[in-house]
């Protein structure tokens, strides 16, 4: 049907060992293959391999990407991400509606900016601490923000920094309850 007549293939084996499928070549005129060409087959299975694992990496590395996200979104309390110099990267749906603000709606040219005048340099020094110190940097504590209609709330806040591989903060992100005005 292929006018086929001659067939070399090559195993497509994974990483541990397990034989995926195989790769091969026609011909459609008579004459057998040699070892070059089996060693242009097995580089090209290798390969094949290399690729399907990357494929499959990459899907999983969205899937997870994609259920932190939701957790994020859907999460009963704030959940932020803001730079060193306090630009939001992320704010949580809960956040926004807390705060007061819609989606996609900017909320502040630094973040700094929500943190009521007295507890600022309070947060500045615990977040200068919490980024010299050994382990992860964690710290908790009240905090009053800046919600839109211009009052402030009072929250309580886990703030830790994010290292890049060289060791500079790249990332501060907390996790923050609103303390209801009756509690």
Same mark, same amino acid.
């Given at each position: 049907?292929?006018? /086929? ?9 994974? *990483? ?5 499928? +195989?790769?091969?070549? #026609? ?29 499959? #990496?990459? *899907?999983? &590395? ?8 939701? #957790? !994020? ?5 704030? /959940? ?5 110099? %306090?630009?939001?990267?992320?704010? *949580? ?14 909320? +502040?040219?630094?973040?700094?900016? #929500?943190?009521?005048? $007295?507890?600022?340099?309070? &947060?500045?020094?615990? &977040?200068?601490?919490s980024t010299t110190?050994?382990?992860? %940097?964690?710290?908790?504590?009240? !905090? ?6 211009? $009052? ?10 994010v290292f890049d591989?060289?060791?500079? !903060?790249?990332?501060?992100?907390? !996790? +923050?309850?609103? &303390?209801?005005?009756? %509690?």
């Open positions: 049907q292929y006018g /086929c007549r001659a067939y070399l293939g090559y195993p497509i084996i994974d *990483s541990a060992g397990k034989v995926r499928g +195989t790769i091969c070549i #026609l011909r459609s005129n008579r004459g057998g293959f040699g070892e070059y060409d089996n060693r242009i087959l097995q580089m090209f299975s290798q390969r094949a391999n290399i690729e399907i694992e990357r494929m499959e #990496l990459e *899907s999983r &590395i969205e899937q997870s990407e994609k259920e932190m996200r939701e #957790l !994020v979104e859907h999460a009963p309390f704030m /959940c932020w991400r803001v730079t060193p110099g %306090g630009r939001v990267v992320l704010m *949580s749906k809960k956040g926004l509606q807390v705060l007061g603000y819609k989606a996609n709606e900017p909320i +502040t040219e630094s973040f700094f900016d #929500l943190i009521h005048p $007295d507890d600022l340099a309070e &947060i500045k020094s615990q &977040i200068e601490t110190k050994p382990g992860n %940097g964690l710290f908790s504590t009240s !905090v009053r923000f800046l919600k839109r209609d211009g $009052d402030y709330g009072h929250f309580f806040t886990t703030i830790r920094p591989p060289s060791g500079k !903060v790249k990332l501060l992100e907390g !996790v +923050t309850f609103e &303390i209801p005005a009756d %509690g």
